[in-house]
């Protein structure tokens, strides 16, 4: 049973830094595209990164968030990680990990099957 769990979510001021994790089981990790997603109330599920597979060597980011936030993975421990520095308020939301076994990293929320439970992040003004 394929499990994605985050951590790291919380509240900080504007100009500040949070890491969100992502830890996974019941898969073959390494061989997983991961991406992060992020939701606010009333609005739909927006891409927010995206790694490829095995090394990682390949990201993507949306533009909103090109600069500011990088994502990276640790095979070894499983985990997938998003560093968010000089946050904004409008980066205030739900943040989701994801996973799929397709070949390239996808940036649209429905071509990943499988999804953790989301982690808050505020950032104040």
């Known amino acids: 049973q394929v499990q994605l769990v985050e951590s790291g979510g919380g509240l900080v001021q504007a100009g500040g830094s949070l890491r969100l994790s992502c830890a996974a089981s019941?898969?073959?990790?390494?061989?997983?595209?991961l991406g992060w997603f992020r939701q606010v109330p009333g609005k739909e599920r927006e891409f927010v990164a995206a790694?490829?597979?095995?090394?990682?060597?390949?990201?993507t980011y949306a533009d909103s968030v090109k600069g500011r936030f990088t994502i990276s993975r640790d095979n070894n421990k499983l985990t997938m990680y998003l560093q968010m520095n000089t946050l904004k308020p409008e980066d205030t939301a739900v943040y989701y990990c994801?996973?799929?076994?397709?070949?390239?990293?996808?940036?649209?929320?429905?071509?990943?099957?499988?999804w953790g439970q989301g982690t808050q992040v505020t950032v104040s003004s």
């Open positions: 019941g898969l073959s990790f390494s061989g997983y595209v």
């Open positions: 790694i490829s597979r095995w090394s990682g060597d390949s990201t």
């Open positions: 994801a996973a799929d076994r397709k070949i390239n990293p996808p940036t649209s929320a429905i071509e990943y099957a499988y």
